[in-house]
């Protein structure tokens, strides 16, 4: 009996170890998911805000609304506000920056891997070239980092788990 354990204890340590490893990563990233929703959902009920004289507070709320109950753990915010002004926060400092003069402009924005692209500010009543209408867009983006004992499962990248929406506010 004495030897059986002596075999197997090894293998239900790492199996222990290795479901806490993911259970965390899991954790972690529907944290992140659940404040990147809160903010995109702030940004869809509140934009009207998206405007040259309010833009910089509304970008502050976002990130706001994404570091609220990650107090005292390092992450990092960023909430930008149809191209233009961008308000970041690391370890609870948040700081604004952009031109508020495209907080009115319309888009045509696509994608890669690396994210959104927001290419030239368009007429808000022409058409994009993909045949759909141009709109104003809230990006909001959340990383923290994040060490694993194990593969990070895809949700593990450079060090750090990211949660990100886009979302067209009008």
């Known amino acids: 009996v004495i030897l059986e354990f002596a075999l197997l204890a090894p ?15 899991v ?32 970008a502050g709320n976002l990130v706001k609304i994404l570091t609220k109950g990650h107090a005292g753990t390092p992450v990092t915010a960023t ?35 690396g994210g959104m692209i927001w290419g030239a500010g368009v007429l808000c009543t022409a058409n994009c070239p993909s045949g759909s209408a141009p709109g104003k867009y809230v990006t909001v983006r959340m990383t923290k980092p994040y060490t694993n004992l194990f593969v990070g499962w895809g949700i593990v990248s450079d060090g750090v788990i990211t949660a990100q929406a886009a979302v067209q506010a009008e």
């Open 11 to 25: 293998v239900f340590l790492l199996v222990l170890a290795a479901t806490v490893d993911i259970s965390s990563m």
């Open 27 to 58: 954790y972690t990233k529907f944290r992140l998911n659940a404040s990147v929703t809160a903010a995109a959902q702030y940004a869809l009920l509140n934009r009207a805000q998206m405007t040259t004289g309010s833009g910089s507070d509304f």
């Open 79 to 113: 909430a930008s506000i149809n191209n233009g002004i961008t308000a970041s926060s690391t370890n609870d400092s948040v700081t604004t920056s952009g031109a508020a003069a495209n907080a009115r402009s319309c888009y045509c924005p696509t994608y890669d891997a």
